[in-house]
């Protein structure tokens, strides 16, 4: 009975072995896919600034690794598991990014070199809470009026479809800003940000009466 038994648990530890080499690959591929979207996400919070979410993201990033890496070392001879880990790492990369344009966390800066009367595009700026400054400049082709706004990342698809219905074909340039200390930001109309508020809506806020 006793043999029977130590049998009978053998088979099982066998067969639970068996299930677990079998999973262990598609558990790497996973395990290392996260690791390489934290990591890709984790390293564009560093170059925005984020220090607090790129710290927390390097814990889970850290461990997740740690966990992955150790079993690809203990299973050298089964090139699944390494197939795996290089196909999590690749897809990682392309997940990471996609993920973090879906977020669309940080700060732009749009530059619209204007030919001719950069008013309209001004105006149409400024009625979506955007806030716009106009430079007169010289251009290669002649006087140009640079009409430069700060925007949530988010923001950008509704501001080049406003330059591509108020000022058509005209040469714009997107930067990356690393932050901001004052300005105007659309959000439900102007906004206060950071110190600055739009002089319409202070004048507005001044008649509020407060029962």
């Not at 530890?13 to 996973?30: C, E, V």
């Not at 919070?45 to 390097?58: E, P, T």
């Not at 501001?159 to 930067?175: C, K, N, S, T, W």
Request: net charge positive; proline share 4%; hydrophobic share 50%.
């Amino acid at each position: 009975m006793v043999e029977e038994g130590v049998a009978e648990v053998s088979v099982k530890l066998a067969d639970g072995l068996f299930h677990w080499q079998t999973l262990l690959p598609l558990i790497i591929f996973i395990a290392e896919m996260l690791v390489v979207t934290l990591a890709t996400i984790r390293i564009i919070f560093v170059a925005r600034g984020k220090r607090m979410l790129a710290a927390v993201l390097g814990f889970f990033e850290i461990s997740i690794w740690l966990f992955a890496i150790g079993h690809v070392m203990s299973n050298l001879s089964n090139p699944w598991c390494t197939i795996a880990f290089a196909a999590g790492f690749t897809l990682g990369n392309y997940l990471g990014i996609t993920l973090e344009g879906k977020l669309a966390i940080g700060t732009l800066g749009v530059s619209i070199f204007a030919r001719g009367d950069a008013e309209p595009l001004l105006k149409m700026l400024r009625e979506h809470g955007f806030g716009a400054t106009r430079v007169q400049a010289e251009g290669s082709t002649g006087p140009v009026q640079v009409v430069t706004t700060i925007i949530p990342r988010r923001e950008r698809a509704r501001v080049e479809r406003l330059i591509a219905r108020v000022a058509p074909g005209q040469f714009f340039v997107v930067d990356e800003v690393q932050d901001t200390v004052r300005g105007i930001f659309p959000a439900a109309g102007f906004r206060h940000h950071r110190g600055y508020s739009h002089p319409e809506h202070a004048a507005s806020e001044k008649h509020k009466v407060v029962a």
